[in-house]
T-cell receptor
Framework: EAQVTQNPRYLITVTGKKLTVTCSQNMNHEYMSWYRQDPGLGLRQIYYSMNVEVTDKGDVPEGYKVSRKEKRNFPLILESPSPNQTSLYFC????????????FGPGTRLTVT | AQSVTQPDIHITVSEGASLELRCNYSYGATPYLFWYVQSPGQGLQLLLKYFSGDTLVQGIKGFEAEFKRSQSSFNLRKPSVHWSDAAEYFCAVGARRSGGYQKVTFGTGTKLQVIP
């Protein structure tokens, strides 16, 4: 089944404790992206990647890192999480350079205390 | 830069009634337009998209949307709403950037409640 998977689905952590949210897709998509969803703000793009070893900042990249060492994986790294990063995070992938439909993972709800 | 406005934060309709969700966009050229649906606890799923051609596009689950360039709108419609349509709906606009990739901007969403 074609899908985007994220782990963990739920995470509660403390300020400053490094964490990684994994994202994997099995559709051989070149384009992958991370979004955060906050009430009243919709989805905002954090980082995106057009292919292996090619990443760039989205609209709200501060406090986040990403890497794309393999085509299927696009982990999101919070090296020193803060409470304002409490949010619902979505990974998405798309064929080619991202023009067209994006396929979304189920989301990761992160709480930073 | 592109932007999307969904003026209705929350809409309540009766089951069987018609539905129209509003979306206005701002972009200098012809945009790529999308409607996604997010059911509770789920990720987003594409309902329909417009790239070019016929301005009335059909999507899944009986939804349709009409692109009106003169009004910068891409409203989503359904003639008869089912209880299972209760969800949050996001309009999005995509634009091709230098390097060929797509920059997608989402609206803030409209939450649909369906009452029996």
């Amino acid at each position: 089944e074609a899908q985007v998977t994220q782990n963990p689905r739920y995470l509660i952590t403390v300020t400053g404790k490094k964490l990684t949210v994994t994202c994997s897709q099995n559709m051989n998509h070149e384009y992958m992206s991370w979004y955060r969803q906050d009430p009243g703000l919709g989805l905002r793009q954090i980082y995106y990647s057009m292919n292996v070893e090619v990443t760039d900042k989205g609209d709200v990249p501060e406090g986040y890192k990403v890497s794309r060492k393999e085509k299927r994986n696009f982990p999101l790294i919070l090296e020193s999480p803060s409470p304002n990063q409490t949010s619902l995070y979505f990974c998405a992938s798309s064929l080619g350079t991202g023009i067209g439909e994006q396929y979304f993972g189920p989301g990761t709800r992160l709480t930073v205390t | 830069a592109q932007s999307v406005t969904q003026p209705d934060i929350h809409i309540t309709v009766s089951e069987g009634a018609s539905l129209e969700l509003r979306c206005n966009y701002s972009y200098g050229a012809t945009p790529y337009l999308f409607w996604y649906v997010q059911s509770p606890g789920q990720g987003l799923q594409l309902l329909l998209k417009y790239f070019s051609g016929d301005t009335l596009v059909q999507g899944i689950k009986g939804f349709e949307a009409e692109f009106k360039r003169s009004q910068s709108s891409f409203n989503l419609r359904k003639p008869s709403v089912h209880w299972s349509d209760a969800a949050e709906y996001f309009c999005a606009v995509g634009a091709r950037r230098s390097g060929g990739y797509q920059k997608v901007t989402f609206g803030t969403g409209t939450k649909l409640q369906v009452i029996p």
